[in-house]
């Protein structure tokens, strides 16, 4: 039977860590996590979490290891509402990135926490 997105998705999460916006915000005061938006530039330009670089989710797997190519390096991707940016976590996860995180929620979440976003 074929596989809805959100089954990916699903799928997905279940192989990946996921952080909440109060863990992910905490991570980002400390420093030494890359933040990776991975929704598209018009929904960046729209707003971001600040500090954040957009690598949208079609070029993920090419862009985030030209831009972070040690695979030790913590990142947290995003995107909206957590879906796309779990599929982006596990195939990442997949191709040797040990401390990759997804955020539960997406900008949707950090947004409505409170978050610090930028335009």
């Known amino acids: 039977m074929p596989?809805?997105?959100?089954?990916?998705?699903?799928?997905?999460?279940?192989?990946?860590?996921?952080i909440d916006v109060a863990a992910a915000g905490t991570a980002i005061a400390a420093g030494g996590v890359a933040m990776v938006d991975v929704r598209e530039p018009d929904e960046y330009r729209e707003g971001h979490v600040e500090g954040a670089v957009n690598?949208?989710?079609?070029?993920?797997?090419?862009?985030?290891?030209q831009m972070i190519p040690d695979p030790k390096t913590r990142i947290i991707c995003y995107c909206a509402g957590g879906n796309r940016s779990a599929l982006v976590a596990d195939n990442l996860r997949q191709m040797g990135y040990e401390n990759i995180e997804s955020l539960i929620g997406g900008f949707?979440?950090?947004?409505?926490?409170?978050?610090?976003?930028?335009h």
């Open 3 to 18: 596989k809805s997105f959100m089954d990916l998705a699903n799928e997905a999460k279940s192989r990946i860590t996921e």
């Open 55 to 65: 690598i949208p989710r079609g070029v993920a797997e090419m862009g985030i290891p």
């Open 108 to 118: 949707q979440a950090w947004a409505r926490s409170g978050g610090k976003v930028a």
